[in-house]
């Protein structure tokens, strides 16, 4: 097989791994010992993909402005820090697509508004640390995304033009990123998508169903 570029860069929550459960069990437990029923997972799925803000925000409607942000945010980050990788797994067929691209010699790389903190544990827990040619956290440069520095130092890290290469992701944040950085983007329709604005409305040039969609994307068959 020829691929069509030289390198694939994922986001991670939502996109590479399906992280949620691990997430919603966090902000759940703060509602918990506050004595308030945990909310259904499909309820707080879809604000995953905005970490800690998102999950404060669906748990107990509490934007980052409120006075009690700042102490349930972190009480949440040591809850998820606890509980790191108990449900997390890949998204079923990325495993095999990622098998794919290292045999085809095509790079990929992690950029992630995940804080490094998490980021370099969770993804060793994961196995896919030493695998990733390049693992750029939300922290890792000044900005993070929808600013294109992430993704641009990833594709600095692994050596290779951003024309060529591809970023996916499943957030309107993700396809912002990408597109200012130069790369194809690809909305992955299958992750959290918490988004006001649906898939269709994100500007990106590819949107998959699944991850194995991404192989004929990738390879052009």
Not at 31 to 55: D, F, I, M
Not at 68 to 91: A, G, P
Request: contains cysteine; proline residues 6%.
């Amino acid at each position: 097989m020829t691929s069509l570029y030289k390198g694939v860069f994922f986001d991670l929550d939502g996109t590479l791994a399906d992280t949620a459960p691990d997430l919603v069990a966090a902000a759940n437990l703060l509602r918990v010992v506050r004595g308030l029923a945990p909310l259904p997972y499909e309820v707080l799925r879809p604000t995953a993909s905005a970490g800690a803000r998102g999950l404060i925000q669906g748990a107990f409607g509490y934007d980052n402005n409120h006075p009690q942000f700042e102490e349930l945010r972190d009480e949440f980050l040591s809850n998820y820090e606890k509980n790191i990788c108990v449900q997390s797994k890949l998204f079923e067929g990325m495993n095999e697509l990622l098998h794919t691209l290292e045999k085809e010699r095509v790079l990929w790389g992690i950029v992630t508004n995940k804080v490094e903190r998490f980021t370099h544990p969770l993804l060793k827990l994961m196995q896919l640390h030493e695998r990733s040619a390049a693992i750029v956290g939300g922290d890792t440069t000044p900005h993070s995304k929808p600013h294109p520095a992430p993704i641009l130092k990833a594709a600095e890290i692994c050596n290779i033009n951003p024309a060529e290469c591809l970023y996916v992701g499943d957030d309107l944040r993700d396809i912002e990123a990408g597109r200012a950085a130069g790369m194809k983007t690809v909305a992955a329709n299958y992750g959290y998508c918490g988004c006001d604005e649906p898939v269709s409305a994100w500007g990106a040039d590819y949107i998959i169903d699944h991850p194995s969609d991404l192989h004929a994307i990738v390879f052009g068959s």
